[in-house]
């Protein structure tokens, strides 16, 4: 949509002066003209200008009066007017600035000057009329939603996703998720996300406080967890980091109860980190249900410089992850009772085998009938993740864990040869991962550490049908190998810089490779995709 062009009312007596303006405006803007006080007048009541250039010195009526009678009037009293005038002197500037003039030119004018003041004026009144508009729509937004809805709420909804099933083309898990607000904006919420084709991750929060505040600063906290995950897989590392950025420049001292967890989908691996929040459950299929006491640290935002822990469980076909916010357990009815944990867990235990959308909603209704007529108190939000595990997706898993020494590393690829024959890897593949662990963990012992203690560096090998999965712990020096350019193997030795060739045979013997620094360890991740020759024939 094309901007319209903004107008502008010249009001002079002289028409050589009008016309001067009008010949240096005019192709920039619409140039209405006046030649007197009572023109000028009409001209503003018909059709207002976006600024006004008025002349003081003029028969009947001058400009000062013409101007007091424009900012008397509600409907124009936003109108910024210029005084051209030839009457110089300070006292002149001074009657015409205290009349509502934002600005004052003297003739002869200066056409640079003029269009740099017009210019400046138009884009202020400009910005004015924005920010105006903007608060007309907030608040006949806040009168026809009144206390159902408010800016805020629409701000913390959209944020969250809403579109249920969400994956349909992922038969593994099942997700459902609800975020009830209370009358005033609050900060819950809830997400989940693919850090990559294995592996979902997911969180539900609590901000401190209510109204926009808590609102923006939900949004801050959701945004921050999903660029965290997406290069780290551990979620001690995930909060810890999301700790420290939240916590500068808290000026307002708000802080955040989160419960973040990654779920591995091949094998049923959750990893979790509870940051002062409510414990979750998990309710087994077969089995009482499981809650998941350990709290890893207190509440983010609060404090930087916390190492925030992690714990794992195992989900088996037909378990389910059940997470919440304190709005479910410290909902209160007519004498002030609260819903409270043994409500809640009686409800888990009952909740076998039910798909996620019926725990959630029957979690949500209990909550709603047990306030009765009552206002609900907080916001109540719940979220309920399945594993839904089929055979064919069954994980062979190997780790390793070395000193630092370098006579080790056979230890690592005698590991890894016999894990190869137990699960048919071909030769080729074999041999390309004994290069790879040659390079990278001779590069780790050798140059990894400044001092001569003993340090452990871990090797992890996951084997799906799919791929194949390597990852290398070190404590060492941050250093990512992969950060280099990679060299011109078409120049001769004498010519080429030294190094860079041992990485440069890592990145082509795997179809991935990728760094990532967790709080204090490098980790290095290998992925071989399956192609013909990874599998032998059995």
Do not use: W
Not at 256 to 263: P, Y
Not at 373 to 392: G, I, L, S, W
Request: charged content about 30%; glycine content about 6%.
């Amino acid at each position: 949509m094309e901007k319209q062009q903004q107008k502008i009312l010249v009001v002079d007596d002289e028409r050589f002066n009008i016309n001067v303006l009008a010949d240096l405006l005019k192709p920039d803007y619409k140039i209405m003209a006046a030649k007197s006080g009572a023109q000028a007048l009409k001209a503003v009541s018909k059709s207002p200008p976006d600024l006004i250039l008025l002349d003081i010195m003029m028969p009947e009526m001058d400009g000062y009066e013409v101007c007091r009678q424009i900012k008397a009037d509600v409907v124009t009293r936003d109108i910024p007017i210029i005084f051209v005038t030839a009457m110089g002197e300070t006292d002149d500037e001074t009657r015409g600035l205290e009349c509502g003039a934002v600005d004052y030119l003297t003739k002869p004018i200066s056409p640079p000057i003029v269009q740099a003041r017009v210019k400046t004026h138009l884009d202020r009144k400009r910005q004015r009329d924005e920010l105006k508009a903007a608060y007309d729509i907030i608040e006949s937004q806040k009168a026809r939603m009144q206390k159902e809805l408010n800016v805020g709420r629409d701000i913390q909804m959209s944020m969250v996703p809403q579109t249920f099933p969400p994956f349909p083309d992922r038969a593994e898990f099942s997700i459902h998720a609800v975020l009830n607000p209370a009358r005033e904006v609050g900060g819950d919420f809830y997400d989940f996300f693919f850090i990559d084709e294995d592996r979902l991750c997911f969180c539900v929060g609590d901000v401190s406080g209510k109204g926009v505040p808590a609102a923006l600063f939900m949004a801050v906290t959701r945004t921050l967890i999903k660029a965290r995950a997406s290069d780290d897989l551990s979620t001690a590392s995930i909060v810890t980091r999301v700790n420290d950025e939240l916590s500068q420049n808290n000026k307002n001292y708000m802080f955040v109860t989160l419960f973040t967890g990654i779920l591995n989908l091949i094998t049923g691996e959750l990893t979790y980190t509870n940051a002062g929040h409510n414990p979750s459950y998990i309710i087994r299929a077969q089995g009482d249900p499981d809650r998941l006491e350990n709290r890893h640290g207190p509440v983010i935002g609060a404090r930087p410089g916390l190492a925030y822990q992690e714990d794992s469980h195992h989900l088996f076909d037909g378990d389910t992850l059940f997470m919440y916010t304190d709005g479910v357990t410290e909902a209160h009815d007519r004498e002030n009772a609260l819903f409270g944990d043994r409500r809640l867990a009686e409800m888990m235990g009952s909740g076998k085998n039910e798909d996620v959308k019926k725990i959630v909603l029957d979690v949500v209704e209990a909550v709603k009938a047990f306030e009765g007529e009552c206002d609900q108190y907080d916001d109540v939000t719940a979220m309920a993740v399945k594993y839904e595990k089929k055979p064919v997706d069954a994980l062979k898993k190997l780790k390793v864990n070395i000193t630092n020494d370098l006579v080790q590393i056979d230890r690592v690829n005698q590991a890894f040869n016999a894990f190869s024959e137990e699960n048919h890897i071909s030769t080729s593949v074999r041999r390309k991962l004994n290069l790879v662990f040659d390079e990278l963990l001779n590069n780790i012992i050798s140059y990894a550490y400044d001092d001569d203690k003993e340090h452990h560096i871990g090797v992890e090998i996951e084997l799906t049908h799919k791929k194949l999965i390597v990852s290398i712990t070190d404590d060492g020096l941050p250093f990512n190998p992969f950060a280099g350019k990679t060299p011109d193997i078409t120049i001769g030795l004498e010519d080429r810089k030294i190094g860079g060739l041992g990485i440069h045979l890592v990145r082509s013997l795997m179809d991935k490779a990728r760094y990532q620094r967790r709080v204090d360890k490098n980790i290095v991740i290998l992925i071989k995709y399956f192609h013909n020759e990874i599998l032998e024939e059995k």
